[in-house]
Nanobody, 131 residues
Framework: QVQLVESGGGSVQAGGSLRLSCAAS????????MGWFRQALGKEREFVAG?????????????YYADSVKGRFTISRDNAKNTVYLQMNSLKPEDTAVYYC???????????????????WGQGTQVTVSS
């Protein structure tokens, strides 16, 4: 079993920054995909950022971003803390949404973009950006 807990959400002015955290407990994955998704009012849940890695090789992890957040958001991982972060800079009102952390124990060649590929989800954390 894997439990994911998001934190770090809140309210911020446009142009500000927030850092979201996703702490994982339970099973440790040798190779994994972890991602951030968000769902705004009146819209479907969408991919924001993802990170993949493998314990079977020495190849470094890879990161992926939605076009709408490239250059503004950064996903990273802290192995010691079993935590994935989403640093969000230059926030815009359209970034307002509930942000969800997700994980699975596979490294898909197609990347981390599809929510149906994920087995575990956090409860979400609200991010509100005012103009």
């Amino acid at each position: 079993q894997v439990q994911l807990v998001e934190s770090g959400g809140g309210s911020v002015q446009a142009g500000g920054s927030l850092r979201l955290s996703c702490a994982a407990s339970g099973r440790a994955f040798s190779e994994a995909t972890m991602g951030w998704f968000r769902q705004a009012l009146g819209k479907e849940r969408e991919f924001v950022a993802g990170i993949t890695w493998s314990g079977l090789t020495w190849i470094g992890s890879q990161t992926y971003y939605a076009d709408s957040v490239k250059g503004r958001f950064t996903i990273s991982r802290d192995n010691a803390k079993n935590t994935v972060y989403l640093q969000m800079n230059s926030l815009k009102p359209e970034d307002t949404a509930v942000y969800y952390c997700a994980a699975c124990g596979f490294h898909y060649s197609r990347g981390p973009y599809r929510e149906d590929d994920y087995d575990y989800w956090g409860q979400g954390t609200q991010v509100t950006v005012s103009s």
